[in-house]
């Protein structure tokens, strides 16, 4: 936090919980309020979407397993890179073509009906789906959206032919 002449205090960019510690010559003030700085609103820019695998085997059985999964990790950040922790948004990937996101369970993505899955919000901030592979092989690009807004990086899940 800055100080200010006038006896107030301006944010910096970092979020986070300031303690205000106030003087009077040599004497400190015994209360000490704290201030919190909170994240502003996230930024396609600055927000990020990452795939635990990025290749995946195609599945002819349909059954999850290690080899046809990949974790979808989005976190939303804003303009100074702060990660936004409290779950105020709603995370949707998709459409996918060759697979789905795992749904239907405590802590499991949302199927919208339309191809997308909205993303289950993680208690440090982030938001999860586990990519599941379909039967055929091909590239899936993950597109991950807050709102409407569509977050830059988008990886590729390879989808490749499962064993015969």
């Given at each position: ?115 997308t899955f909205t993303l289950h919000h993680e ?42």
């Amino acid at each position: 936090m800055l100080f200010r002449s006038t006896g107030t205090y301006v944010a910096g960019t970092d979020a986070g919980v300031e303690t205000v510690v106030a003087k009077f010559g040599a004497v400190t003030i015994t209360q000490q309020p704290t201030v919190t700085v909170t994240a502003g609103a996230p930024t396609a820019a600055n927000s990020s979407v990452t795939v635990s695998h990025a290749t995946v085997s195609a599945d002819a059985t349909s059954s999850t397993t290690p080899d046809n999964t990949s974790l979808i990790t989005v976190t939303l950040k804003d303009q100074f890179d702060n990660p936004l922790l409290a779950g105020s948004q709603v995370v949707t990937v998709g459409p996918f073509s060759l697979g789905s996101v795992k749904v239907g369970g405590a802590g499991e993505a949302v199927d919208n009906g339309d191809g997308t899955f909205t993303l289950h919000h993680e208690t440090d901030g982030t938001y999860t789906g586990t990519y599941v592979a379909g039967t055929e092989a091909g590239g899936e690009t993950v597109v991950a959206k807050f709102g409407a807004v569509t977050i830059t990086q988008q990886p590729t899940v390879t989808v490749t032919a499962g064993a015969p």
